[in-house]
């Protein structure tokens, strides 16, 4: 099993719609949690941390289940400015904090 | 702004050629990574540096990567020998401490071995 898990998709959604992204994590000792957004040919960028209470940025929202160790993100009324491909990140947990696991991201795309 | 800066953008060596890439980080940040990406995949982790330290060189594929930090600021990635597998983006991204905060990215190298 890969340490996070993502489905690669790619979604296709109409502008307005609702969109919800899950993503699983294998180190239960993971504290930190991240979604971070790539444009094709871009570098990454910090979309927004995860926090365990669950957390709302405008449109988006994060969201941690510990127990069943996954995280998601939802996009309320989906601009095409929000194609892209979200990738679920992960610190390495107790020992191994510092690094972050990558998953392989989730391809969106938003059509008019 | 004063984010962080790679170089060469782009790459391209024959088979067998050493390389070497650049990055400069972001002043005061500690934390310094290396990340490897290929075509429709996730950043696969390289090498971590904490100040001049290199605290964790798990992720390099082979011998044939080495990483430095010298001063604890600019950091090179060398790849010698290049084969063909080795084409991909080479991210570089810092941060303030690694694994919790948010890490700043490069534009990557953007490697293709003939």
């Known amino acids: 099993r890969k340490e996070v898990e993502q489905d690669p998709g790619p979604f296709n959604v109409p502008e307005g719609a609702t969109v919800a992204f899950n993503c699983t994590y294998s180190?239960?000792?993971?504290?930190?949690f991240f979604w971070y957004r790539q444009d094709c040919r871009k570098e990454p960028k910090l979309l927004m941390s995860?926090?365990?209470?669950?957390n709302e940025d405008g449109r988006f929202t994060a969201q941690l289940n510990r127990a069943s160790q996954y995280i998601s993100l939802l996009i309320r009324d989906s601009k095409l400015s929000d194609s892209a491909t979200y990738l679920c990140?992960?610190?390495?947990?107790?020992?191994?904090?510092?690094?972050?696991?990558w998953g392989l991201g989730t391809s969106l795309a938003v059509n008019p | 702004g004063a984010g962080v800066s790679q170089s060469p953008r782009y790459k391209v060596a024959k088979r067998g050629q050493d390389v070497a890439l650049r990055c400069d980080p972001i002043?005061?940040?500690?934390?310094l990574f290396w990340y490897q990406q290929a075509l429709g995949q996730g950043p696969e982790f390289l090498t971590y540096?904490?100040?001049?330290?290199?605290?964790?060189k798990s992720g390099l594929p082979s011998d044939r990567f080495f990483a430095e930090r010298p001063e604890g600021s600019v950091s090179t990635l060398k790849i010698q020998r290049t084969q063909q597998e080795d084409s991909a983006v080479y991210l570089c991204?810092?941060?303030?401490?690694?694994?919790?905060?948010?890490?700043?990215f490069g534009p990557g190298t953007r490697l293709t071995v003939l």
């Open positions: 991204a810092s941060s303030l401490v690694g694994g919790y905060n948010e890490q700043f």
């Open positions: 002043s005061g940040h500690v934390s």
């Open positions: 540096f904490q100040n001049e330290a290199q605290l964790d």
């Open positions: 180190n239960s000792a993971s504290q930190s």
């Open positions: 995860v926090y365990s209470s669950g």
């Open positions: 990140v992960v610190n390495g947990g107790a020992g191994n904090n510092r690094k972050l696991i």
